[in-house]
C-alpha cells in the first residue's frame, strides 16, 4: 500500500503494542507491524499485554481475542479504564455476535478476522494514525487560541501594569525624598530615626516589586545579547541554590547554538526556577538541568513557529505539582502558599513566562504528584 510522506513520518513517531498468544503468529505480523512504525511492542497474552501497556503507554493497540490468561476483550477493557480513548484494533478467528457485540460494547476501533488480510491490517492502522494526528492538530488549534488569548490578556495587563509601575515609582521617589529630608532633621539612633530606617529598607523591596511591575508591563527592556546562553542559565541557578543542600547536576552539548537573549531576564527565569524548586523540596533533594536542540516542524504539538530551538529542561525531585493547579501556576499572583509577609508571592513564575515569550519561546510545566516537576523552555536558536 502507498502511503504519503506525512503518513509516514508520523507513523515512525508512534509505538504499537500488538498481543498475540501464537508465537508464529506473533513473529509473522511483528514484523510486518514493526516497519513502518517507530516503536513495537509484542505480548503473548492479555495480563502481559496489559503490563506492557502501563509500563510503555503505546499509542495503539492490536490485540487477538481469545487468548490464555485474560483475552484480548478484557485486556480492552482494563487499558480503556485507563486510557478511554486509546485506539484498539480487535484480531481473531471468531465471527460470532457474541465477541462483535462486546467489542462494539468497549468500544474497539476496528475488528479484522483471521485469517487476516495484511491490507485490512494496515488498513486499520492507518485509520487510528488518522484519528490520532486529528486530534493532535486539534489539540495544536485549541493550544493556539489559548495562547492568543493569553497573548490578548497579556497586552491588557501589561498596559495595566504599565501605568501602575509608572506612577507608583514616582510615587516611591516622593516618599524616598521626604523620608531622606525627614532624617535629616532628626538624631540618628532616636526612635523616630530608627522608624525612618525601616521605611526606607521597605523602600528597597518596594523597588523590586515595581521592577516586576515594569517587565509585566513590557515597559522594562535591557540590552539583547547574542551568545551561549547556558552558562548564564546555570550561573543563575548555582547562585540560587547556593547553601542549600539541594544537588544540582546538569548535562548539555558544548556546540550549542547560539540565541539572542537578555541576561537580567535570564536569570531572573532560571533564578526563580530554582527558587521554586527549592520550595518544592524543604528537606533537601535534586535539581538536574538538560539541554538540547530540536527542530520544530508543523507535525510537532507545540504553538511554536517553524525552526529550531534550544530544548531546555529543569526537573526537580520534590513533592510535584497537584493535577487541577497545574494550569493555573503562570497565572499572575496564583500561588498554592497561604498569604503571607512575604512580597511579589504568585509572580515569579508569571514573570518567568513574560520574559521567555518575550524572548520568541514558550515555557511549560509537567508533573505527577509525589514525583516532582519538569519545565520546558524553548528559545529560538538566532537567525532562523
Known amino acids: 500500500m502507498n502511503i504519503n510522506r506525512q503518513d509516514q513520518n508520523y507513523l515512525k513517531e508512534l509505538k504499537v503494542l500488538y498481543v498475540e498468544d501464537d508465537e508464529d503468529t506473533r513473529k509473522q505480523f511483528s514484523e510486518f507491524l514493526g516497519r513502518p512504525v517507530g516503536t513495537l511492542i509484542t505480548a503473548a497474552n492479555g495480563v502481559e499485554g496489559l503490563d506492557a501497556f502501563i509500563r510503555h503507554s503505546p499509542d495503539i493497540v492490536v490485540t487477538d481475542i481469545l487468548m490464555p490468561q485474560m483475552d484480548g476483550l478484557t485486556m480492552s477493557v482494563k487499558i480503556r479504564d485507563i486510557s478511554p480513548t486509546v485506539p484498539i484494533i480487535a484480531v481473531t478467528a471468531f465471527e460470532q455476535t457474541d465477541y462483535l457485540?462486546?467489542?462494539?460494547?468497549?468500544?474497539?476501533?476496528?475488528?479484522?478476522?483471521?485469517?487476516?488480510?495484511?491490507?485490512?491490517?494496515?488498513?486499520?492502522?492507518?485509520?487510528?494514525?488518522?484519528?490520532?494526528?486529528?486530534?493532535?492538530?486539534?489539540?495544536?488549534?485549541?493550544?493556539?487560541?489559548?495562547?492568543?488569548?493569553?497573548?490578548?490578556?497579556?497586552e491588557t495587563v501589561a498596559i495595566l501594569a504599565g501605568g501602575i509601575a509608572h506612577d507608583y515609582n514616582n510615587l516611591m521617589q516622593a516618599i524616598i525624598g521626604y523620608v531622606s529630608l525627614a532624617k535629616m532633621k532628626l538624631e540618628p539612633g532616636t526612635p523616630s530615626c530608627n522608624y525612618l530606617d525601616k521605611v526606607e529598607q521597605c523602600t528597597d523591596e518596594v523597588a523590586k516589586l515595581g521592577q516586576m511591575l515594569r517587565i509585566l508591563g513590557h515597559d522594562y527592556y535591557e540590552e539583547m545579547q547574542y551568545g551561549f546562553v547556558m552558562p548564564y542559565i546555570l550561573a543563575a541557578i548555582q547562585n540560587a541554590l547556593a547553601n542549600t543542600?539541594?544537588?544540582?547536576?546538569?548535562?548539555?552539548?558544548?556546540?550549542?547554538?547560539?540565541?539572542?537573549?537578555?541576561?537580567?531576564?535570564?536569570?531572573?527565569?532560571?533564578?526563580?526556577?530554582?527558587?521554586?524548586?527549592?520550595?518544592a523540596m524543604p528537606d533537601g533533594g535534586s535539581l538536574h538541568l538538560a539541554a538540547g536542540v530540536i527542530e520544530i516542524t508543523e507535525n510537532d504539538n507545540l504553538p511554536l513557529g517553524r525552526g529550531k530551538y534550544i530544548h531546555i529542561m529543569l526537573s526537580d525531585s520534590g513533592v510535584g505539582i497537584a493535577t487541577e493547579v497545574l494550569p493555573k501556576i503562570f497565572d499572575p499572583y496564583f500561588s498554592t502558599k497561604e498569604r503571607s509577609s512575604q512580597r511579589g508571592m504568585g509572580m515569579r513564575l508569571a514573570l518567568c513566562r513574560t520574559v521567555i515569550m518575550k524572548h520568541g519561546g514558550i515555557i511549560t510545566a509537567e508533573s505527577t504528584p509525589g514525583n516532582g516537576a519538569t519545565f520546558n523552555i524553548w528559545l529560538p536558536v538566532a537567525g532562523n
Not at 495484511?118 to 486530534?135: D, K, V
Not at 548535562?251 to 547554538?257: A, M, S
Not at 532560571?270 to 520550595?279: I, V
Request: hydrophobic content about 40%; overall charge negative; glycine content about 2%.
Open 101 to 154: 457485540m462486546r467489542a462494539i460494547n468497549i468500544g474497539i476501533d476496528k475488528y479484522v478476522t483471521k485469517p487476516v488480510n495484511s491490507y485490512l491490517l494496515f488498513e486499520g492502522l492507518l485509520e487510528c494514525t488518522h484519528r490520532l494526528r486529528a486530534e493532535q492538530q486539534l489539540k495544536l488549534q485549541h493550544q493556539r487560541e489559548i495562547n492568543e488569548e493569553w497573548a490578548k490578556h497579556n
Open 245 to 279: 543542600s539541594i544537588v544540582l547536576s546538569f548535562k548539555y552539548p558544548e556546540d550549542l547554538p547560539e540565541i539572542n537573549f537578555c541576561e537580567q531576564h535570564i536569570n531572573l527565569v532560571f533564578s526563580s526556577l530554582a527558587t521554586n524548586a527549592l520550595d
